[in-house]
């Protein structure tokens, strides 16, 4: 039995962001409506102290809360994905908050306790203790797609996220049960050899709903049909939430899962291919005939998460996993910085009520805001995976792990997949640089030093990654090993 | 390093002066005048010409065993140590590292050097056009990718230049936005390069698997360590998959087709990019991987056919267009096709050769043809030109001199080395030469059809556009000239042995070539006697070229019309000129753009070949057939794939209803499928359901 | 049979009966007198498997004041009969016949599986096991339970205040 000092400091990023989370709920009422940005400030700065408090879990790494939880590189790693996250997301949607006179208070705090949520999910050696961290920032992340209330979009996209993610919260529910069924323990640590044949068909059965639960909070295909409506009709600053952190979670637990459970791989390495490549095509062709930007970039999100499943797949057909887990842990790195950025953009440059969305809307941004367009069209190639680019190392380091296992016809078909996404992504590129300006003005709005610091943070980060990914891929592949 | 070989320690620094100019101009360009924008950005390109120059001088300087420079200045892509499938340890390290060699040397030559003289001459092209600081912040942006994928010393950071000046490239077609058709020009040639990309990047990912290396100066002592045989499959498959990464970067068939769009630029772009470094980065990538090419005979035979019919193909499509650029562009597409060609027979001497004398001479050919469009006022159709000879003197001469020297006259550049490509050629298969030759004889033709056509003759410039004709200004005159120069004794650094030189060229590049097993000594003097024969009749078949295009474009231009009166309905068609344009814009301009548009092409296509150049019906029917080709089955092919995706992405998009219920449905539909899976391999059957 | 699985089958069919009954009673509050038949069977299923608190508390807390909140709440909204919207063709003739073959598939797998399975010896947990256990080895999921809860609170604020900003 550890020392519960040493449990509360490998729990000390979620302990920070609950203690945050409540203290905004506290002062919502207090503070005047007028001066809510202090509320967004606590937050921000809660989410930084939140990355910050990651240091504890570094000092004590282990297993805390008797093995229900575990600090280790690992969810270390997905723990700086998150806590990153909220921190950009919570910093960029100030002043959207402000302009579309939302709530602060409960939004800051609803990301908060969110991030805690995936917190848990990073770290959980439990399957009851992952459903929580999932149902955390689940729930969360409905109320935060309906967080516009007068808007209609946002209720339905809140409604039905809500509807259809419950419907596979019980698949994942079922599945822990089964689970429980054929092992006598929620562990995932601890699968005793399985007694008989009976047993481990209810394993599969298990593991083949958890997968499904999963694959819809990733927006996998064929789960994914939930993921455009939500994203176009959620606030975009939620939206930029809700595909990178969560996603980013659920990946950690899929390969936790992975990892620990010695049966997972065989099982779901056909599940994976086969999700693997449904999403980058479904993902890819609707994003070609996409109208509207904020949709084209939901597609899009579809399409990377097949690019991640590629190297989940490939952790899964090995023994030696690492390669695949750090491919992954790398991608999500550079997909969370890029697609937060863009999403932020479309927030910002969407105007009040975020009317102008669609891509024709976004013609001739290059002269009202050049920077905002750079800002831009950095990030679609980075999700274009131009050189240079974090995400041009993300696929590479895919690619490569595809390839090193022998899957390839995976990498093939990722390669395919990259030329067609070359289309859409340019598409806004070209209508940004070189298309005339619509007839009606569309008023350039300031940006707020808030969201400049986001984006600056993001396209250097971006550039930075691309050029020195030393330190990260090191990391990713360190947490990589560390996990069995 | 010793303090003595400065550039040669610091040839990191030559990218990073373009660099600086672009990331100025695009930062604040905006807000400097003129003046300041060309001093920065021709400035930043001459100090890397300089540069390049000194470390050229002290690489020369060397030893000529010791001519290599390799350092690394940073650890790029590390993956740290990772167990892969096949057992092994994955420590994978990708360095940023630089490389300069007698063939890097050669490519900062012609890059440095052409990039400078573009640009100064951009300064008197461009001075009247909007977006002058953008212009030069992509041009500038375009040398640091260009620099930085000659001086690569790993494919992979190669693959970074690669993209680089493809994006570079997409930027400056598309430079005139406003435009629809540039834009166009500019996405398809970005997609298209994309295609070969995803090949290029199987094939790197495939040599490191394969040689667990791609450090070019490991690639050698790799293969011969790791035993593979003569032939050997995998290193076969590398081969054709990089070979289709250069198929797109340098516009061969398939591929080609991005390239003749291209033009859509402004002109110093297309000298630049579209003619003198840009497209010919697949050629150098070739030449850079040879250690693995020769040992894959396949895949060299591929190169080497591809190179050859492309060559050909390109020729044929270059005899009949009037634009005087898309001219060039298809002969650059053939000339291209002569380097694929030299480096599949196994001669990447000769390729790079040849593509440092093309270099010069289709620079100045491209600047010489933005002189005279520049001089009347932006007219391109060379219907519309003529007796441009004592107008725009300096233009015309030198643009006479390229003419020569890319016909294969000598002692011009193009002479040698098409001269050498041919005689490799000839050595390896006499088909593939007598294909090469006949190309010669069509360069020779159509490159002096344009002459006529634009300098000599009557002419047929339209009367507001006459009065302004003008000798363009210094800025732009003086790079034509010193090109011309270097079209003139560019050449003389490969002169052959068998005339007496040494082929100096060769004897430096050969450090760098993997050594052929055929090509012995003894053999090149057995065919001494052969080889004198083969540069006869090459040179007597450009001259043949000249005298046609002399015969029927000066000497009898009545000739068209006469045959055009003998059919008087399409005669009078095509006399008026708004027709004309019409059905010129309908074939050339739109024709890419539109599926519909191209099932009229071939009619047009014969229409046009009648009326405007009613002679030489054999090679027009070639021609025809290639041009119908390229409309219907390159462009069908191209829509098709668009058709396709179109359609594919059907299903998708009926799914997308916003109907939750049916969403869930779906969602159930997937989970029985996985179930299904599962229930099938735990050994689940209809029997054991009956049981 | 048993006595036991005679009792299971009964409770079993009347908990399904209750949810379906929930599914197709138009009138909300019909709707929530069957949720209360459903939790009550179920209830009796865990006390058929000893877990005689858990019964309990199922009773009390979702039979009991889940329950009552839910009636409040339809009773102070004065929701009426809804309206029947048409059912998809596509729900009806292809939703229904795959759900039903989804479950079938779902039953015939599990009732191979446990078929084999050795019946587990009967044990009752007591409630101070159930206790230890959970205030012992799963206090972090419990603790994180209540913050679980918040998040569901502060959903029913933020949803439910509608146009009281100012």
Aim: charged fraction near 10%; include cysteine; hydrophobic fraction near 55%.
């Amino acid at each position: 039995m550890s020392l519960p000092l040493q449990d509360l400091c490998r729990v000390a990023p979620e302990i920070v962001l609950c203690a945050f989370a409540m203290l905004v709920m506290l002062l919502a009422p207090i503070v005047p409506r007028a001066r809510h940005g202090i509320l967004s400030t606590i937050s921000v700065l809660g989410a930084g102290i939140a990355l910050a408090a990651t240091r504890f879990p570094a000092m004590y790494p282990g297993a805390a809360y008797s093995g229900l939880f575990r600090a280790d590189a690992f969810s270390l790693f997905v723990h700086w994905i998150v806590c990153g996250a909220a921190f950009l997301v919570i910093l960029g949607s100030t002043s959207y908050l402000q302009r579309e006179d939302l709530d602060a208070g409960e939004f800051c705090a609803l990301i908060l306790l969110a991030t805690a949520g995936m917190g848990i999910m990073a770290g959980a050696q439990e399957l009851l203790t992952a459903f929580i961290g999932l149902e955390m920032s689940s729930i969360a992340s409905y109320i935060l797609a309906s967080y516009k209330r007068d808007a209609p979009r946002s209720n339905e996209a809140g409604m039905k996220y809500f509807l259809l993610g419950s419907f596979a919260t019980a698949f994942f529910l079922y599945g822990i049960a089964l689970f429980f069924g054929a092992s006598g323990s929620t562990r995932l640590d601890m699968m005793t050899p399985l007694a008989n044949d009976s047993a481990r068909t209810l394993l599969k059965m298990g593991l083949g709903f958890i997968f499904v639960g999963l694959a819809f909070k990733v927006a996998a295909a064929p789960f994914h049909l939930w993921a455009p409506d939500v994203y176009e009709g959620a606030p975009a600053p939620v939206t930029a939430l809700l595909s990178t952190g969560p996603k980013a979670a659920t990946f950690a637990l899929a390969l936790r899962i992975l990892a620990d459970v010695g049966a997972a791989s065989p099982l779901w390495f056909w599940a994976l291919w086969v999700a693997a490549v449904l999403s980058m095509f479904a993902g890819n062709l609707a994003a070609l005939v996409q109208t509207s930007l904020k949709r084209m970039l939901a597609y899009s999100s579809v399409a990377h998460a097949g690019y991640i499943l590629v190297a989940l797949a490939t952790a899964a057909a090995t023994d030696h996993a690492e390669a695949g887990i750090a491919a992954a842990l790398f991608y999500l790195v550079g997909y969370a910085l890029v697609q937060l950025g863009a999403f932020l953009i479309v927030a910002q440059l969407g105007g009040p009520g975020e009317r102008h969305v669609e891509i024709e809307d976004f013609a001739g941004v290059a002269r009202r805001q050049p920077a905002m367009a750079a800002c831009l069209s950095l990030f679609l190639l980075s999700l274009l995976g131009l050189p240079v680019t974090v995400g041009f190392l993300g696929k590479f380091y895919v690619f490569n792990a595809a390839l090193e296992s022998n899957l390839i016809w995976l990498a093939i078909l990722l390669g395919l997949n990259s030329v067609i996404a070359a289309y859409y992504y340019l598409r806004v590129i070209v209508a940004m640089y070189m298309l005339r300006e619509p007839e009606q003005e569309i008023a350039a709005e300031p940006v707020p030093w808030t969201l400049s610091l986001v984006l600056w943070i993001a396209s250097m980060g971006t550039v930075y990654i691309g050029l020195f990914p030393a330190r990260v891929i090191g990391f990713a592949a360190k947490a990589a090993l560390n996990m069995r | 390093m010793m303090p003595a070989e400065y550039f040669l320690a610091h040839i990191w620094m030559i990218p990073l002066f373009p660099l600086a100019g672009a990331a100025l101009m695009l930062l604040i360009g905006r807000r400097l005048p003129n003046r300041a924008v060309s001093a920065v950005c021709v400035g930043s390109v001459f100090l890397s010409m300089c540069f390049a120059f000194g470390a050229i001088w002290q690489l020369i300087a060397r030893p000529a065993a010791d001519r290599l420079v390799s350092f690394n200045l940073f650890d790029w892509v590390p993956a740290g140590a990772m167990h892969t499938n096949a057992g092994n340890l994955m420590d994978l390290h990708v360095p940023w590292g630089v490389l300069m060699d007698p063939l890097t040397a050669v490519m900062l030559l012609v890059v440095t050097g052409v990039g400078f003289l573009i640009h100064v001459y951009s300064i008197g092209y461009m001075g009247h056009e909007g977006g002058y600081y953008r212009f030069f912040g992509y041009m500038n942006l375009f040398m640091f990718s260009m620099l930085t994928l000659v001086l690569a010393n790993n494919l992979l950071l190669l693959f970074v230049g690669w993209e680089g000046v493809g994006l570079c490239s997409y930027l400056l077609i598309g430079f005139y936005f406003l435009r629809k058709s540039a834009s166009d020009a500019g996405k398809k040639a970005f997609i298209v390069n994309r295609i070969g990309d995803a090949g290029f990047l199987l094939g790197l990912f495939l040599m490191l698997g394969t040689l667990g290396t791609i450090q070019f100066t490991e690639l050698g002592p790799a293969i011969t360590a790791g035993h593979f045989e003569f032939g050997n499959g995998t290193l076969t498959a590398i081969a054709l998959l990089l070979f289709v990464g250069a198929t797109g970067k340098s516009a061969q068939l398939p591929l080609y087709v991005w390239l003749p769009d291209a033009m859509e630029g402004p002109t110093p772009v297309s000298a630049l990019i579209h003619a003198a470094t840009m497209v010919t980065a697949g050629v150098y990538m070739i030449a850079r991987t040879n250690a693995v090419f020769s040992m894959a005979p396949r895949a060299l035979e591929v190169v080497a056919v591809v190179g050859c019919v492309t060559s050909l193909f390109a020729a044929t499509m270059g005899l009949v267009q009037n634009d005087i650029k898309r001219v060039l562009a298809y002969s650059t597409v053939s000339q291209l096709g002569y380097m694929f060609l030299a480096c599949g027979v196994g001669a990447y001497t000769a390729g790079v050769f040849h593509l440092m004398a093309h270099a010069f001479f289709k620079a100045l050919l491209f600047l010489g043809s933005g002189s005279v469009i520049h001089s009347l006022s932006g007219e391109q159709d060379m219907r519309k030109m003529g007796a441009l000879w004592t107008k725009v003197p300096t233009t015309a001469r030198t643009f006479v001199v390229a003419s020569i020297a890319i016909a294969g006259i000598p002692p011009l550049a193009g002479f040698f080395s098409k001269d050498a490509i041919l005689g490799h050629a000839f050595e390896h298969s006499p088909v593939l030469w007598l294909l090469g030759f006949i190309t010669a004889g069509m360069t020779a033709f159509y490159m002096f059809r344009l002459v006529n056509m634009t300098f000599f003759g009557k002419s047929r410039v339209d009367h507001e556009v006459e009065h302004h004709i003008h000798e363009s200004p210094s800025a732009m005159t003086v790079p034509l000239t010193i090109l011309a120069a270097l079209s003139v004794v560019g050449g003389w650094v490969g002169w052959p042995e068998s005339l007496g030189g040494s082929d100096r060229f060769a004897q430096f590049l050969a450090p760098v070539m993997a050594q052929h097993g055929e090509e012995t000594a003894a053999a090149a003097s057995s065919i001494n006697s052969m080889e004198y024969l083969l540069m006869a009749l090459s040179v007597a078949i450009a001259a043949g070229g000249i005298w046609l295009a002399y015969r029927l474009y000066i000497q009898r231009p009545e000739m068209p019309e006469k045959i055009a009166a003998s059919s008087g309905f399409l005669y009078r068609l095509l006399y008026r000129k708004y027709y004309m344009d019409e059905i010129y814009d309908a074939m050339f301009v739109n024709r890419t753009k539109d599926l519909a548009l191209t099932l009229g092409a071939f009619d047009r296509n014969v229409i046009d070949g009648l009326g405007v150049d009613g002679s030489g019906w054999l090679t027009r029917f070639t021609s025809r057939v290639s041009m119908w080709w390229d409309s219907w089955i390159v462009d069908g092919l191209v829509n098709l794939a668009a058709r396709v995706v179109w359609i594919l992405s059907y299903p998708v998009r009926m799914l997308q209803t916003g109907r939750v219920s049916r969403y869930a449905l779906f969602m159930l539909i997937g989970v029985l499928i996985f179930l299904g899976y599962y229930l099938r391999s735990s050994g689940f059957t209809l029997q054991n359901l009956l049981h | 049979m048993t006595p036991q699985i005679a009792v299971f089958l009964v409770l079993a069919a009347m908990a399904v009966a209750g949810a379906v009954s929930l599914i197709l009673q138009r009138h909300p509050i019909h709707s929530a007198l069957s949720l209360i038949v459903v939790m009550v069977s179920l209830a009796g299923l865990y006390l058929l498997l000893g877990a005689e608190f858990i019964a309990a508390v199922q009773i009390i807390v979702y039979g009991g004041a889940i329950m009552v909140l839910f009636v409040f709440v339809i009773m102070l909204l004065n929701a009426g009969e809804e309206e029947r919207t048409n059912v998809s063709r596509m729900a009806r003739f292809v939703g229904v016949p795959l759900g039903v073959m989804f479950l079938l598939e779902v039953a015939y797998w599990i009732a191979r599986a446990t078929s084999h399975l050795a019946p587990p010896a009967a044990q009752l947990v007591s409630t101070r096991d159930l206790s230890t256990l959970l205030f012992r080895e799963y206090v972090f999921p419990f603790e994180l339970t209540s913050f679980l809860i918040l998040i569901a609170l502060l959903g029913a604020l933020v949803l439910a205040r509608r146009e009281d900003s100012d």
